[in-house]
């Protein structure tokens, strides 16, 4: 059974509009991390949670806003968007730790695309 | 600076070849080394990880990996590569700050 999973799968934005990427965590993990894909790129971040009512910044914040409201729960949202968000999202979950505590789970990614 | 560097943005093998995909890396503390996979359309996967010991680490399907300190490097490996094999592999660095470095992925590519 998936340990993280995201909503939506896919969504189509128009710009100037606001889109809230949602991400659920069953592994109890205190930290939640949302990333961005781009082809050429790694994955980069976006923002961070440490647990419940926390948010960091992470690389690439600029246009994006994080609220953790749960353990479980890590929501992305971008207020306006623009074209140049358009992109895959990837949510994960951690421990955030040393040696086995590194180690982050992903969830199967949103797709979103502003037109 | 912290980085990871894959220099092979694409590689392409024979079904049945050997694969070694290269991953350099630039860190002064004791780096905590990842490969994920990226099967097409799925998420990211863990194939294996590195934090001490011996510096050849296996992982799943087959894959293994070797960290060098002396060349800064974390190169994965698999002795004979199937067609199911084709995705896109990341080399990650875990840092300090318990963040994770990306390397820009290679995609692998296995020819019939």
């Known amino acids: 059974e998936a340990a993280v999973t995201q909503s939506p799968r896919n969504k189509v934005a128009v710009t100037g509009g606001k889109v809230t990427l949602s991400c659920n965590q069953t592994?109890?993990?205190?930290?939640m991390y949302w990333y961005r894909q781009d082809t050429g790129h790694g994955l980069r971040l976006i923002h961070y949670?440490?647990?419940?009512?926390?948010?960091e910044k992470g690389d690439i914040p600029d246009g994006y806003k994080a609220s953790r409201p749960s353990q479980e729960n890590f929501s992305l949202i971008l207020e306006l968007a623009t074209p140049s968000q358009t992109s895959v999202y990837f949510c994960?979950?951690?421990?955030?730790?040393?040696?086995?505590?590194?180690?982050?789970?992903f969830g199967p990614g949103t797709r979103l695309t502003v037109l | 600076a912290q980085s990871v560097t894959q220099p092979d943005a694409r590689v392409t093998v024979s079904e049945g070849a050997s694969l070694q995909l290269r991953c350099k890396y630039s860190?002064?503390?004791?780096?905590?080394l990842f490969w994920y996979v990226q099967y097409p359309r799925q998420g990211l996967q863990l194939l294996l990880k590195?934090?001490?010991?011996d510096p050849v680490v296996q992982g799943v399907n087959g894959f293994e990996a070797e960290f060098s300190k002396s060349n800064s490097s974390f190169h994965l490996r698999k002795a004979s590569v199937h067609w199911s094999d084709s995705a896109v592999y990341f080399c990650?660095?875990?840092?300090?700050?318990?963040?994770?470095?990306w390397g820009s992925g290679t995609k692998l590519i296995i020819k019939p």
């Open positions: 949670s440490y647990g419940a009512g926390s948010t």
């Open positions: 590195y934090y001490s010991g």
């Open positions: 994960a979950s951690g421990d955030g730790g040393l040696g086995d505590y590194a180690e982050q789970f």
């Open positions: 860190y002064s503390g004791t780096p905590y």
């Open positions: 990650v660095l875990s840092d300090s700050n318990y963040q994770l470095i």
């Open positions: 592994n109890n993990h205190n930290n």
